[in-house]
């Protein structure tokens, strides 16, 4: 399974975006969190989500058409909502 083992991290950490996964990796169009959950993420421009946090077993989809395609304060928002909705599970 290269979409929860793959990615390099180090590359990930030279990257522009390090700062919504400090611990994370990217591989095949998915977000590795660097989450102990080993939770992943799907993301689009626009606002568009899918989160999975394979341990909780939940899935999150966010559709939306948000006016920016990329808005780092509300992405930042959007991870923390979604992981406390997969800690109440």
Not at 26 to 36: D, F, I, V
Not at 50 to 77: C, F, G, H, R, T
């Amino acid at each position: 399974d290269t979409v929860s083992t793959g990615g390099d991290a180090e590359a990930w950490q030279r990257g522009t975006m390090a700062f919504l996964f400090p611990k994370g990796r990217y591989r095949n169009k998915w977000y590795q969190m660097g989450a102990a959950s080993g939770a992943f993420c799907g993301i689009g421009i626009h606002g568009q989500w899918l989160y999975v946090d394979p341990n909780a077993e939940v899935v999150i989809a966010k559709m939306s058409s948000q006016p920016e395609p990329v808005d780092e304060p509300l992405d930042l928002d959007m991870i923390a909502f979604f992981e406390a909705l997969s800690r109440m599970v």
